[in-house]
């Protein structure tokens, strides 16, 4: 063993005593901590939502069918925890998450559930329907296809989601809206309708109206994060 290996391991050693495990249970348990603020569906769901950019509390309770009360302690929660932050907005409050590595998260949490978790499958049919007749598009076809002016690219999320930031050149008609004006989409042209991310049902809900008047349509194959996260081009609020 050469000096410095017998330095280490002598140095691991001694440091192996109850204070030393105090530390480290204090350590995990604050990396834990994480995981708690996600333990909850609606803090899940509020995650999900500000993945799409900054709300009011106002905005995000009637988005999780919550009262504006307990939406703010699921805040507060994901605030302590560190996960969201806060901007004054004149009289208001929007929240945000704290950095993409939020999002991420999620987004990996999300996949694994879907991997290992028993019946969570069952549990996102039971919510969003058969999708087998859905016509699916990949990240990489749609920006190809958008470049080559090919597609509609349709925009379903409401309207403060869209300012925050869409897919270039999309049409943002509002799931409360899509009866009323999926007639006036540009003709000629198939679209590509999306929302959230995959699991999201305003884009399946365009996608089957579309088809049911006869007009081609897909669904992209998940939504504006991970389109973002994936380096795409998207417009901002800010551009």
Request: charged content about 20%; aromatic content about 4%.
């Given at each position: 063993m050469s000096r410095a290996a017998y330095a280490v391991k002598r140095s691991l050693e001694q440091g192996a005593d109850v204070g030393d495990r105090q530390a480290k249970d204090a350590l995990y348990e604050a990396l834990a901590?994480?995981?708690?603020?996600?333990?909850?569906?609606?803090?899940?769901?509020?995650?999900?939502?500000?993945?799409?950019?900054e709300r009011c509390v106002e905005e995000l309770a009637g988005e999780i069918g919550q009262s504006v009360a307990n939406t703010s302690q699921h805040l507060q929660f994901l605030l302590r925890a560190g996960l969201v932050r806060t901007r004054r907005d004149g009289p208001r409050v929007r929240y945000s998450?704290?950095?993409?590595?939020?999002?991420?998260?999620?987004?990996?949490?999300?996949e694994v559930a879907h991997e290992h978790v028993a019946r969570v499958d069952d549990l996102a049919a039971g919510y969003l329907g058969d999708r087998s007749h859905l016509v699916t598009i990949s990240r990489e076809e749609l920006l190809a296809r958008m470049r080559a002016g090919?597609?509609?690219?349709?925009?379903?999320?409401?309207?403060?989601?869209?300012?925050?930031?869409?897919?270039?050149?999309?049409?943002?008609?509002?799931?409360?809206?899509?009866?009323a004006r999926l007639a006036d989409l540009p003709a000629g042209r198939p679209v590509v309708a999306?929302?959230?991310?995959?699991?999201?049902?305003?884009?399946?809900?365009?996608?089957?109206a579309?088809?049911?008047?006869g007009r081609p349509a897909l669904r992209l194959v998940d939504g504006l994060p991970e389109w973002a996260a994936a380096g795409l081009p998207v417009v901002r609020a800010s551009a």
């Open positions: 901590s994480v995981g708690k603020a996600l333990g909850n569906g609606r803090r899940a769901e509020l995650v999900d939502v500000l993945a799409q950019g998450l704290t950095s993409e590595a939020v999002g991420a998260l999620w987004r990996a949490m999300r090919e597609v509609v690219v349709l925009d379903v999320r409401p309207p403060a989601e869209y300012a925050a930031g869409h897919l270039p050149d999309a049409v943002n008609v509002p799931p409360d809206e899509l009866g999306y929302c959230r991310g995959p699991l999201c049902a305003y884009a399946d809900a365009a996608v089957r579309l088809a049911a008047a």
